[in-house]
């Protein structure tokens, strides 16, 4: 069993930035892909980043690449995503996933997902 924690989300004005974190626990941290999605009410769930287990491997969803970095500290069992240049369009609820490739967790296919975390950008 694998629990995943978020933290971070919060109310920003648009421009500033917010960093999430992503606490892990129940099973080895450091041989698993991690990720970050995102979903408003009445949309579906968008891809937002991946990162593979050695760090070797990013992907970002096309709306927030140049603005988003997701980054991790195996040590730590804690993946982070730095929000950057936030926009109105960001608001939404932001879910940490863990899978076995970057490529999987773009294809939506997660093992496990975080509670969840709001992240509301203000005009």
């Known amino acids: 069993q694998v629990q995943l924690e978020e933290s971070g989300g919060g109310l920003v004005q648009a421009g500033g930035s917010l960093r999430l974190s992503c606490a892990a626990s129940?099973?080895?941290?450091?041989?698993?892909?991690m990720g970050w999605f995102r979903q408003d009410p009445g949309k579906e769930r968008e891809f937002v980043a991946a990162?593979?287990?050695?760090?070797?491997?990013?992907s970002y969803g096309n709306s927030v690449k140049g603005r988003f970095t997701i980054s991790r500290d195996n040590a730590k069992n804690t993946v982070y995503l730095q929000m950057l240049s936030l926009k109105t369009e960001d608001t939404a609820v932001y879910y940490c996933?863990?899978?076995?490739?970057?490529?999987?967790?773009?294809?939506?296919?997660?093992?496990?997902w975080g509670q969840g975390t709001q992240v509301t950008v203000s005009s």
């Open positions: 129940g099973r080895t941290f450091s041989s698993t892909a």
């Open positions: 996933a863990q899978g076995t490739a970057v490529a999987g967790l773009r294809r939506y296919d997660v093992d496990y």
């Open positions: 990162i593979s287990w050695s760090s070797d491997d990013t």
